[in-house]
């Protein structure tokens, strides 16, 4: 009887460790994919978001146009290729999270495959109101699911990050609620004020702002960190300083910020995160430091589908750290030998 029932647990032991095999495999390539998602991403708003933008400044000399019209044309080139790589980033951490089993993920694997469920169905066609509010109440729903996963258990992450995790969620979610209903007016639903779309744009802002302190103690950093927060920070209140219409024109449109509030917050945030990534990559977190990235680059309330993956990609690596982090080798040998289904031979 005991060798009629380890013989049986034998196939089911081999799937689970093909399953195994194929997790650790695609674990394996996701560092290489976020990679390259977020340079295709960096390449976007550098030549599209940006760009496309102070057409209206760029000298009217003709190789100044002609600079402009290539950079923009490239940059329409690059947006699909983006897109493409940011929705398979998303689509393939959430397989990896749901491969894995854990039941913490189980809510926010549900929510991100709707999200993209939606995507698929507005696919290269104009998406109707119902759609678009469908499709921003469920990333609000992902983004909540995947902050109280990462408040319910603790995969190496200090509080500060679940605390910078729980504001950001929570602002990006008032916003994307405001946003829904905006696009049920037609059917009668009444539509949240303004108000809670600035709320979650200062609770946003207050969770970038604190970010050096909820990712590490600055005190510890070493001077390039300093030195790059000073920088941006100095960029960003030369620009509103110098032109502010422009300014805040291109934050609304690249990054979803209305900036309601004073300008020095906006331009200590954008130091702020600035310095908490090149503290990270100096520390040897890459893997939290291309979360940020990848949140910023998504931005305040996605217009799109495809900055909402960028967005949600950087809030499921800060919420499970470890898909990012490259597995022990010989680890799923090492947990077979040991599994119970093994051990009674």
């Known amino acids: 009887m005991a060798m009629t029932s380890v013989q049986s647990s034998l196939p089911a032991t081999a799937v689970r460790l093909r399953a195994e095999h194929l997790v650790a495999a695609i674990r394996q390539a996701l560092p290489a994919l976020a990679t390259v998602t977020l340079a295709a991403s960096a390449a976007e708003i550098a030549l599209l978001r940006l760009t496309s933008r102070i057409g209206v400044h760029i000298p009217s000399m003709t190789w100044a146009r002609e600079g402009y019209r290539a950079a923009v044309s490239l940059g329409n080139w690059v947006f699909p290729l983006a897109a493409v790589f940011a929705g398979g980033l998303l689509a393939v951490m959430a397989l990896v999270l749901a491969l894995g089993r854990r039941r913490s993920a189980v809510p926010v694997v549900a ?33 909540l699911a995947a902050g109280f996963a990462a408040a319910a258990c603790d995969d190496g992450r200090g509080r500060g990050v679940r605390l910078f995790l729980a504001l950001l969620v929570t602002g990006e979610a ?98 702020a995160l600035a310095a908490t990534i090149v503290a990270l990559v100096r520390s040897g977190h890459a893997a939290e430091a291309l979360g940020l990235l990848l949140i910023a680059s998504g931005g305040y309330v996605p217009p799109n589908s495809y900055q909402a993956a960028l967005l949600l990609s950087g809030v499921v690596v800060l919420a499970f750290p470890a898909l990012l982090a490259a597995p022990a080798a010989g680890a799923v040998e090492e947990e077979v030998a040991v599994s119970p289904a093994t051990a009674d031979v």
């Open 111 to 143: 929510a991100v495959a709707a999200v993209l469920a939606v995507d698929l169905l507005t696919l290269g066609q104009a998406p109707t109101g119902r759609l678009v509010a469908a499709h921003e109440a469920l990333v609000a729903v992902a983004l």
């Open 174 to 271: 008032l916003g994307q609620a405001q946003l829904a209903t905006v696009n049920l007016v037609g059917d009668g639903v009444r539509t949240l004020p303004v108000a809670v779309l600035t709320a979650g744009e200062a609770l946003t802002v207050a969770a970038t702002l604190a970010s050096p302190w909820l990712f590490g103690n600055p005190r510890r950093w070493d001077r390039r960190a300093v030195v790059a927060g000073a920088v941006v920070t100095l960029l960003v209140a030369g620009s509103v300083i110098g032109n502010p219409s422009t300014t805040r024109i291109l934050a609304l449109w690249t990054f979803g910020l209305a900036m309601p509030f004073p300008a020095a917050l906006y331009a200590a945030a954008a130091g």
